[in-house]
């Protein structure tokens, strides 16, 4: 059975950083794309960011580039997304997802397996 396991989040002033995790079982990272999602509500959930486990590269969303990092360790089946420089449209429930094909832009329609959720709040 494949799980996504996410942790971190939470609230953090403008201009501040935040790191999420994502714990990945039941498939194994080298053969995988992790993305990024974040949603609010109203809205469409949006991809942020995508990792290629196959071959390492990445895809950003032109609204956080410079300021996220998304990255992976492959041995320990982990993906990470380092957030600094927050601002307040940053705001959502961000989500942690498993596709076993990469998409150029980080399509959604790709992801199967989904973490829980976590909420980023950050305040002005």
């Known amino acids: 059975e494949v799980q996504v396991v996410q942790s971190g989040g939470g609230l953090v002033q403008a201009g501040g950083s935040l790191r999420l995790s994502c714990a990945a079982s039941g498939l194994s990272l080298d053969d995988y794309t992790i993305g990024w999602f974040r949603q609010v509500p109203g809205k469409k959930r949006e991809g942020v960011s995508c990792?290629?486990?196959?071959?390492?590269?990445?895809y950003y969303a032109d609204s956080v580039k410079g300021r996220f990092t998304v990255s992976s360790d492959n041995a320990k089946n982990m993906a990470y997304l380092q957030m600094n420089n927050l601002e307040p449209e940053d705001m959502a429930v961000y989500y942690c997802?498993?596709?076993?094909?990469?998409?150029?832009?980080?399509?959604?329609?790709?992801?199967?397996?989904w973490g829980q959720g976590t909420q980023v709040t950050v305040s002005s």
């Open positions: 997802a498993a596709a076993a094909v990469w998409g150029r832009r980080c399509q959604i329609e790709y992801f199967s397996f």
């Open positions: 990792i290629s486990g196959v071959d390492g590269r990445t």
